[in-house]
């Protein structure tokens, strides 16, 4: 059983992992073209220019 928890454990880190690389390449791209990022914040959709987000 610990190595199926160890494995789901480990499938997380990796989907985690790509998730922010997808996020600071669309960020990067959404720079370069001055784009905005529509965002949800507790129910609240948010248009946020792309150069003003944080890496």
Known sequence: M???NM???E???KIKKGL???FKK???SKRQTD???ILSENGVIKKIKAKDIAE
């Open 35 to 37: 784009g905005f990022l």
């Open 7 to 9: 494995t789901n454990a």
């Open 11 to 13: 499938l997380r880190e």
């Open 20 to 22: 922010d690389l997808t």
């Open 2 to 4: 610990k190595t199926n």
């Open 26 to 28: 669309l960020l990067k």
